[in-house]
């Protein structure tokens, strides 16, 4: 019984790994396509078909356009905090 609660137990530590490094990937993808579409200017091609691809492979199409919208959102507020010098945290409404 001690063997097979141990093979129960390796069974469940093996499928927690996978999901761990399912989410890892997913998570660096969202980091790298984030980077990309966030620093346009310090490169020609901001964000390449080898970044969108490995993204693609991680998020349907949908959730990819949700990614970009979502990206360009977090964008627009901080550029416009910039530009208007407001401070993150300093107001508390």
């Not at 396509?33 to 490169?43: G, H, I, K, N, Q």
């Not at 949700?66 to 905090?81: G, K, T």
């Amino acid at each position: 019984m001690t063997t097979g609660s141990g093979i129960c137990h390796l069974r469940v530590s093996s499928r927690r790994v996978v999901r761990v490094l399912s989410r890892l990937r997913h998570t660096r993808a969202v980091t790298v396509v984030t980077e990309a579409v966030t620093r346009l200017s310090d490169r020609t091609d901001p964000v390449s078909d080898e970044i969108w691809a490995d993204a693609a492979r991680h998020f349907d199409e949908g959730q990819l356009a949700a990614l970009v919208l979502q990206i360009a959102n977090i964008n627009l507020w901080n550029r416009l905090n910039v530009a208007t010098r407001q401070q993150a945290g300093l107001h508390t409404w």
